[in-house]
């Protein structure tokens, strides 16, 4: 068996980031390839130019474990029969899974995770569902491949920062906030598993920056920066203070919904901290905002990388 370590790839829309880790787990590799194209799907370049910086960084090995691109993880929300009903609850995901796909074949891979419900609700469960089509995973792992490889596994991105949060015996729930490019996830997780988890289209950094290209490179270098070891934290500058505000409001606005939502289901669901990472939690003042208007332990996990 090949002793290297795993190296693991996060497919962004604005950057592709890669860490691996020593047999100690010391931090060997971690760095982040802007994307020529971002936004678009992820193409043979974007991987090529990956595959050679990863050579030049010095990764040991040729093996990955892919964290997908969120376009291709489709979620809904699903009400069950009671969990105990003796119903054949996989059956059931599976089929609904396939009717909303408009497709009857089985060529895709689902995951689901018990979710809490409000008071009163009707009986049964509710229940998050995450499915992904073979077609579009394996149009992924073809593309690590060609550029000489060795995907190992494809992971849904939140199920992997749900097992990083919190471990199976952990009665705690633990929020993370991933601000990425396109839109900011928010999940709560208890005992490793997804309790609930919602996608903010208003909290995405392209909807701060608009169209202006400029701004975009500009916001990309400050993420960059931060993304350093030696620079820790980004400076504000007075030129982008009203972009920051409008940012951080958003975030506290629609992270501050979610947790209340939690609240009404049950106080056993509601988080105890907060965990930010992303490319967006390298921006001024996100965490002191959210630490606010949440009134819970706000920690920076990250600068955008896996």
């Known amino acids: 068996m090949n002793g290297n370590s795993l190296i693991g790839i996060d497919l962004g829309a604005h950057s592709i980031k890669a860490a691996q880790n020593g047999p100690d787990g010391t931090p060997l590799v971690r760095l982040r390839v802007p994307r020529r194209d971002p936004g678009s799907p992820v193409c043979a370049d974007d991987i090529a130019r990956l595959a050679g910086v990863l050579y030049r960084q010095g990764a040991s090995g040729r093996r990955v474990a892919v964290a997908a691109p969120k376009p291709i993880i489709n979620r809904l929300t699903m009400d069950l029969p009671p969990l105990d009903s003796g119903a054949p609850i996989e059956q059931i995901v599976r089929a609904e899974v396939a009717r909303q796909r408009h497709d009857d074949s089985q060529d895709f891979e689902c995951r689901w995770d018990e979710t809490p419900q409000p008071p009163r609700h009707a009986a049964g469960a509710r229940a998050i569902v995450s499915s992904c089509a ?19 596994a494809l992971h849904d991105p939140a199920v992997c920062l749900a097992s990083l949060a919190t471990n199976s015996q952990s009665p705690r729930v633990i929020a993370t906030l991933d601000l990425g490019w396109t839109d900011a996830t928010f999940t709560a997780v208890k005992g490793g598993r997804i309790r609930f988890i919602r996608s903010i289209t208003a909290c995405g950094l392209e909807s701060l920056v608009g169209d202006e290209r400029w701004l975009a490179d500009a916001i990309s270098e400050i993420i960059a920066r931060a993304h350093r070891p030696e620079e820790e934290h980004a400076e504000a500058s007075s030129e982008f203070d009203a972009l920051y505000k409008r940012y951080r409001s958003a975030i506290a606005s629609e992270v501050g919904s979610s947790i209340r939502y939690l609240e009404g289901c049950s106080d056993e669901e509601s988080p105890s901290e907060i965990r930010v990472c992303g490319g967006g939690a390298a921006l001024p003042g996100v965490v002191s905002v959210l630490h606010a208007e949440t009134e819970r332990p706000v920690h920076r996990a990250g600068t955008g990388g896996p």
């Open 134 to 152: 073979h077609a579009g995973a394996n149009e992924i792992l073809d593309l690590f491949e060609e550029a000489g490889l060795e995907p190992v």
